[in-house]
């Protein structure tokens, strides 16, 4: 079983407010559709935010959506490359962000973990910056701080909750117009993407077992429309 790490676009940081905080900037229409919370940060031009989605998939296909690094750009808000660094360490990946004009290409590196609750299998995928793995880019601005998290809630119908939610430290100014647009953008493009790769009979698997995945701690977990990872 090949070894992956999941990585995301943006991220949340550890110094954000309550939850009590967050402001919704979009409501769903449907089950299907997608929730968007913002939030701002001080210190900072981007807002966090938060989007959720409700999708008639079991939590396996999900996982199995976030476990395709290489296929990130179909999907994650203005990626546009993104690859495992296995030369870096098993759970480490490289994302390349494309550049809302005037604003510079950025990238990260980052390590990602997942957690899961026994009693709910609720699954989190949190991702972190790695600082001093790659080489920065020319002409490329790396980001200072990731912190991302992917929040799986399998439900009692089948169907699964994602929760997405993010902040990041872009490095540089940004301008407001152009934070305002990402913090609104982001959530929404992302999860609607994720929905619809979601659909590709590839991503339907039958057991944990067909996952090209493996981090430290999910052994012995369970992901509702498959078996457990052994």
């Known amino acids: 079983m090949r070894k992956i790490v999941w990585i995301t676009l943006l991220v949340l940081l550890p110094a954000l407010a309550s939850a009590s905080e967050w402001r919704q900037v979009r409501s769903a229409t449907e089950r299907t559709d997608v929730d968007v919370w913002v939030k701002p940060v001080e210190g900072n031009p981007l807002n966090a935010f938060r989007g959720r989605i409700e999708v008639p998939y079991p939590m396996l296909t ?31 990946a490289y994302i390349h962000i494309k550049g809302i004009w005037p604003v510079s290409d950025r990238d990260g590196v980052a390590r990602t973990k997942i957690t899961q609750d026994p009693q709910t299998l609720t699954t989190v995928l949190h991702t972190v910056a790695a600082h001093g793995l790659i080489d920065e880019i020319p002409g490329t601005v790396r980001l200072p701080a990731l912190d991302n998290r992917f929040i799986l809630q399998p439900l009692a119908d089948g169907w699964t909750r994602i929760t997405f939610e993010t902040f990041v430290d872009p490095g540089g100014m940004i301008p407001g117009w152009l934070a305002n647009l990402v913090a609104t953008r982001a959530p929404l493009t992302t999860l609607q993407k994720m929905h619809e790769r979601m659909k590709i009979p590839r991503y339907q698997l039958d057991s944990a077992d067909q996952l090209p995945i493996h981090l430290p701690g999910t052994e012995g977990m369970i992901f509702p429309g498959g078996a457990p990872l052994i």
């Open 62 to 92: 999900a996982i199995a959506v976030l476990a395709d690094v290489e296929n990130f750009p179909k999907w994650v808000f203005q990626c546009h490359a993104a690859r495992l660094v296995p030369e870096a360490g098993d759970d480490i």
